[in-house]
């Protein structure tokens, strides 16, 4: 048997989260030094198994949210961010500007509430089938 407690704690959750939006927050998981070593350097190499070559999936990398709430345009946009990257490698060499890149993770200067925009920088583009020294700068 349940208490009256039990019941009154039940409703004041029900109550609570009735007709709420709810988000995780990704950037506590993201940025757990618990889990992370070096939380705050962006290391992609985290994500790469060198005896296998591949990528490792990782159940703490949430770039799409969790849970029902979950992006349902993610395998559309994993596929369109191959496409995309691959066609401009295909093309491209990508070299550093001489500027110094700007500071990411939670102490940057840049907010947006649950959406954080990128940081902009410039890259250098050199066309792979030219020759010449001409350049795109981004």
């Not at 093309?91 to 939670?106: A, H, M, Q, V, Y």
Request: charged letters at 20%.
């Amino acid at each position: 048997t349940f208490s009256p407690i039990f019941f009154l704690i039940l409703f004041m959750i029900l109550i609570f989260f009735t007709g709420r939006d709810n988000f995780a927050n990704l950037l506590h998981v993201h940025y757990d030094p618990k889990y992370w070593k070096n939380p705050e350097e962006f290391n992609p190499l985290r994500f790469y198994d060198e005896t296998s070559n591949t990528f490792v999936p990782n159940e703490r990398m949430v770039a799409f949210s969790i849970g029902k709430r979950y992006c349902l345009g993610q395998s559309l946009a994993e596929k369109e961010y191959f496409l995309f990257f691959s066609n401009i490698l295909q093309k491209f060499t990508f070299d550093r500007s001489e500027e110094t890149l700007p500071k990411i993770g939670r102490d940057s200067s840049i907010s947006g509430g649950v959406i954080r925009p990128a940081p902009l920088y410039k890259t250098i583009l050199k066309s792979r089938s030219d020759n010449s020294s001409t350049s795109t700068h981004l």
